[in-house]
């Protein structure tokens, strides 16, 4: 069964750091596009970083370049995304999306809070 499950959420302080991890089983993960999406309280979905299958170029939402930075590990079929200096307007539930050809996968998501 086709699993993406993501990890590092918590509560932090504006300026801090967090580390989301996306667990992924179930499907050839080296073939597929690793993006995080985001969706705040009120707001749509809006994506917020994407790595091709190969790594190499990301690309990032203007909202967040600069701050935070998704990578992949195709030997573990782990992709993450290294968030720097949130802001309160980070606040939302992070999801990981697989995409290849037509294919999309969910994760659940991970609540990230930037508060103080």
């Known amino acids: 069964q086709v699993q993406l499950v993501e990890s590092g959420g918590g509560l932090v302080q504006p300026g801090g750091s967090l580390r989301l991890s996306c667990a992924a089983s179930g499907f050839t993960f080296s073939w597929y596009t690793m993006s995080w999406y985001r969706q705040g309280p009120g707001k749509e979905r809006e994506l917020v970083a994407s790595?091709?299958?190969?790594?190499?170029?990301?690309n990032y939402a203007d909202s967040v370049k600069g701050r935070f930075t998704i990578s992949r590990d195709n030997n573990k079929n782990t992709v993450y995304l290294q968030m720097n200096s949130l802001i309160p307007d980070d606040t939302a539930r992070y999801y990981c999306n697989a995409r290849y050809s037509l294919v999309n996968y969910w994760g659940q998501g991970t609540q990230v809070t930037v508060s103080s």
């Open positions: 790595i091709p299958s190969a790594g190499g170029t990301r």
